[in-house]
């Protein structure tokens, strides 16, 4: 009897200090979020049945702006299938070292690219990107886990290459982000395919596209099309369910 007592009492303790360990906004969002051992690649916190990413540090900002990304990702082809118009505001979400900030800046002369991220030293590396390119319409936001800052009604297209799967809150910060759109306002994502177990990327960092269109359709997003152009990623296109 003393030996089940103690096993009990253990557990109890094992499982309070699992709940303790937890973020506290994370227990009070509990109805959009479960908990359970981490995988290798990813964080134990799931979404709807997808297991987030854990988020790439600055750490590794080198990776963002390997020579390579060009022919493996090629992502002018994906700034083309954007079709933007030259007076559109566009928030590249996680936008890193501005990569492909830079890229949209470009295609929106009279408008703006707003690029968040989360990480003050990425915010840094942008900021030195623009000062040595001299970008004059890259507006830097400084974002939280839960939201990207954007004012609302105040972005024609959202854009996310590569970042919606790290999401730690996805249900938070998507909603704050369709509530930024104008009317007829866009979001995209960039995704490597989940589906195809041949593309060399860690487990949890690629997502299928069923999967996307089910979490986003949870926030009021309506699935416009899937694009394919790309070797290895598939960009799909969002608006705001009326």
């Known amino acids: 009897m003393l030996v089940k007592s103690f096993l009990k009492t253990l557990v109890a303790c094992v499982i309070c200090w699992q709940i303790a360990a937890l973020p506290s906004c994370a227990l009070i ?3 959009f979020y479960s908990y359970r051992p981490p995988s290798f690649d990813s964080t134990g916190k799931v979404y709807m049945g997808r297991e987030i990413a854990k988020v790439m540090g600055h750490q590794g900002a080198d ?8 022919t493996e990702e090629q992502p002018e082809q994906t700034i083309a299938a954007l079709e933007l118009k030259s007076t ?10 501005g990569y492909i900030s830079e890229l949209l800046a470009l295609q929106v002369p009279e408008g703006k690219v707003i690029s968040t991220d989360i990480q003050p030293e990425m915010i840094a590396l ?19 886990e839960q939201s990207a800052e954007l004012l609302p009604a105040s972005i024609d297209l959202a854009i996310m290459v590569d970042v919606y799967h790290e999401l ?22 960039v995704e490597y395919r989940g589906e195809d177990p041949k593309i060399n990327i860690k487990p949890h960092h690629k997502v299928t596209e069923k999967q ?15 694009d394919g152009i790309l070797p290895q990623q598939h960009i799909l296109f969002f608006v705001k369910a009326s």
Request: hydrophobic share 40%.
């Open 168 to 189: 730690s809150y996805p249900q938070e910060m998507m909603t704050g982000i369709v509530a930024a759109l104008k009317p007829g306002g866009r979001v995209v994502l």
């Open 88 to 97: 559109d505001v566009v928030a590249d979400i996680g936008a890193g070292t």
């Open 29 to 31: 969002q509990s109805k």
């Open 63 to 70: 990776w963002l702006e390997r020579p390579e990304r060009a």
């Open 126 to 144: 942008l900021k030195q990107r623009i000062d040595r390119k001299k970008i004059s319409n890259i507006q830097t936001q400084l974002g939280t």
């Open 212 to 226: 996307i269109q089910k979490e986003l359709s949870a926030v009021g997003l309506k699935w416009q099309k899937t």
